[in-house]
């Protein structure tokens, strides 16, 4: 449970009609941020559940404030409570989308306000999940089919690298001496 305080964890508590065994303090943890924090599945998973939110007929605020709530990623989840609170005060979707562009593209952003003002949101936001979700399953065979040709010239380069350093060396160093005989091959009888 998440409170300022423990008294207030107790008072929580209390109107839920609880008694509580002990309250700790949980401790901080460490958090070190590199890129957004925020994956596409989780835009794709975010849009396709909008869309259905908005079919459905609740309002773009109820919407966010759920699927804010509910969202796995938690930096996803605070930057959706951000998107809510902008559209509270009084901006529309698009603007509180377009305030993170490391998160929603303009592409994303252009066919929300498009959508809004077309006045058919729902729609808009199907396509783009279908898009998307295609968009995701493409770069995935894209990095599935460059698997192989990256490993065939890491071979390469290693077999390269190993012939330049292993075997043209010693042959070399026959050709500088001054004795031919002894850096002669053996004959095969």
Not at 9 to 27: G, R, T
Not at 41 to 53: C, E, Q, S
Not at 123 to 146: D, P, W
Request: glycine share 6%; charged share 20%.
């Amino acid at each position: 449970m998440e409170a300022e305080n423990e008294q207030a964890v107790h008072n929580k508590l209390k109107l839920q009609q609880l008694q509580p065994v002990a309250v700790k303090k949980q401790p901080r943890q460490l958090t070190i941020n590199i890129g957004t924090g925020v994956g596409v599945n989780d835009i794709v998973i975010f849009t396709r559940l909008f869309a259905t939110m908005i079919d459905a007929g609740l309002p773009i605020v109820q919407c966010l404030e759920i699927l804010s709530s509910q969202s796995e990623n938690k930096r996803f989840g605070k930057i959706l409570a951000q998107v809510r609170a902008n559209v509270e005060g009084g901006l529309t979707l698009s603007d509180s989308l377009r305030r993170f562009p490391k998160i929603f593209d303009n592409l994303f952003v252009n066919l929300v306000a498009a959508g809004e003002a077309g006045g058919i949101l729902d729609t808009i936001l199907q396509r783009l999940s279908v898009y998307m979700e295609k968009a995701q399953k493409l770069r995935r065979q894209i990095k599935g089919a460059m698997g192989y040709p990256i490993t065939v010239m890491c071979i390469a380069a290693l077999v390269v690298t190993v012939l330049l350093t292993k075997v043209i060396p010693p042959s070399r160093r026959c050709s500088r001496t001054s004795v031919a005989a002894s850096c002669q091959r053996p004959r095969s009888s």
